[in-house]
């Protein structure tokens, strides 16, 4: 046992793995544990970019005009809205093309108003 290689072994137990959700016959099981592991990538990608804006970003945009800060906040909760959106339905054809004219016009907004209120 210790002559195999770690790369072989891992495959081994990677197809021992598959082996047995095929056998026992646990595809939608998996499907659900992927589904919520990816559900709680992104609430742990959602929480460490809100310890980010309130430990740095806060300050700062508070001191923008409101008219800045609502355009900053608006376009914010746009791209989560349409990320929402995505990952809550299968996007393809138009639904994909407002998908990521919402995802460009959002971005676009946000760059902006940052930039713009950097140079001030």
Avoid: C, H, K
């Avoid at 409101?66 to 054809?93: C, E, N």
């Amino acid at each position: 046992m210790r002559n195999i290689s770690p790369f072989a072994r891992n495959l081994g137990v990677l197809a021992l793995i598959s082996l047995l959700i095929v056998v026992l016959n646990q595809e939608t099981a998996l499907a659900t544990a992927g589904r919520i592991l990816s559900l709680a990538f992104v609430i742990a990608i959602a929480v460490v970019v809100y310890f980010l804006w309130r430990d740095f970003g806060r300050r700062e945009i508070g001191m923008w005009p409101r008219q800045a800060q609502w355009v900053f906040y608006g376009a914010a909760a746009l791209l989560v809205a349409d990320i929402g959106w995505w990952m809550s339905t299968s996007l393809s054809g138009r639904d994909a093309l407002a998908f990521f004219a919402v995802a460009a016009v959002s971005a676009y907004s946000l760059l902006r108003t940052w930039r713009n209120e950097q140079r001030l």
